[in-house]
């Protein structure tokens, strides 16, 4: 005959595992179901983005092509297809994928989540630039309709993302600019950065790495096969084809007649030493620029010094009356003209 005590131990164990996977909402059975239905959808409208991005670009979609974008194999890719067709987002016949008018409004829906949830991580967040497209990606299929409706009036209904890609309304309505590739601009011919292709991911890294950012003014000075060297906002440029190829302006016909701002970075004030503001780079974005604002940290204001760590870094400066603590790296991002002592 059974212990009595084995058999209650026994029973126990199997009604608290049943309790850890069956568990209503949190168990692991059901997170693992929403898993492989959220997996499922990821997949299905990556895929319609794919096949939009296509037909923006007069390029034609493959069962390869979409393999290679989503990452799976071919296989995986007819398996989404399918299931695209049988929900009349797409039509299929003789190798050739065309979106229909629901799916084409469908990927739109995905690529305007994209881009306003890009603008919100560079509006609102400290995020880098690096960062923004691959959270964007994942977090693009969490939002409803609703939501990026609601995210759209939060930041003010912005008409382009931060990369300078045109945001679709909530209608589907794409108003894209005119624009040329770096590598295509006349010699010496004034053009401002429009668009920065964020994607592949090491080729964008450098075009960050370069100071680059939407809005610039810029002359191309030499365009061979070895390299392409470039003006922008006074500083020279030197980088590889495939990394000019990805930088989109458009043209201009003179140069905005404005000085330019030079300075030094806040850094290099030395204890005692005093320096009036004169620009905030633009890397400094949503809530830490606000924050250094509201601390006053503003063009015309002087800050001075007081003292630096013992390691250097941070260092205590006093802005009209107030110290606060700032890293070398966000006192670099200031740029600063040094007042003379008396």
Not at 80 to 88: G, K, R
Not at 124 to 132: D, N
Not at 213 to 223: A, D, F, K, P, Y
């Amino acid at each position: 005959m059974p212990d009595p005590t084995i058999t209650l131990i026994i029973t126990f164990i199997v009604i608290a595992a049943g309790w850890v996977v069956f568990r209503p909402e949190r168990g692991w059975f059901w997170q693992w179901q929403r898993g492989q239905k959220l997996s499922a959808k990821v997949l299905q409208e990556d895929a319609l983005k794919h096949i939009h991005q296509c037909e923006t670009h007069g390029d034609k979609p493959s069962i390869n092509s979409i393999a290679g974008a989503l990452k799976v194999s071919p296989d995986e890719v007819t398996k989404v297809i399918n299931n695209l067709e049988a929900h009349d987002l797409l039509h299929f016949e003789g190798g050739d994928i065309r979106l229909t008018p629901a799916g084409r409004e469908y990927a739109l829906r995905m690529i305007r989540a994209h881009r306003l949830y890009e603008r919100y991580l560079a509006d609102e967040t400290g995020y880098e630039e690096t960062e923004w497209h691959d959270r964007a990606e994942r977090f693009e299929h969490t939002l409803t309709t609703e939501s990026t409706n609601q995210l759209a009036a939060r930041l003010g209904n912005p008409t382009y993302d931060p990369h300078g890609d045109p945001i679709p309304t909530a209608s589907g309505q794409v108003i894209e600019p005119q624009r040329i590739l770096l590598t295509n601009l006349n010699l010496d011919k004034p053009a401002r950065i429009i668009h920065l292709e964020d994607e592949p991911e090491t080729v964008y890294a450098q075009i960050v790495a370069e100071g680059l950012h939407i809005g610039q003014v810029v002359r191309l000075v030499e365009s061979s096969p070895q390299r392409v060297k470039f003006w922008a906002d006074g500083d020279e440029h030197i980088v590889a084809p495939i990394v000019a190829a990805n930088i989109t302006v458009a043209e201009m016909s003179e140069a905005p007649q404005q000085a330019q701002v030079r300075g030094e970075a806040l850094s290099t004030l030395q204890p005692g030493e005093s320096g009036r503001v004169v620009q905030l780079s633009y890397r400094i974005r949503g809530a830490e620029r606000r924050r250094l604002m509201d601390l006053g940290v503003l063009p015309g204001t002087v800050v001075s010094n007081e003292m630096s760590s013992a390691a250097g870094d941070p260092s205590a400066y006093r802005i009209r009356d107030a110290m606060i603590a700032l890293r070398k790296s966000q006192a670099d991002l200031i740029l600063i003209e040094k007042e003379t002592a008396q």
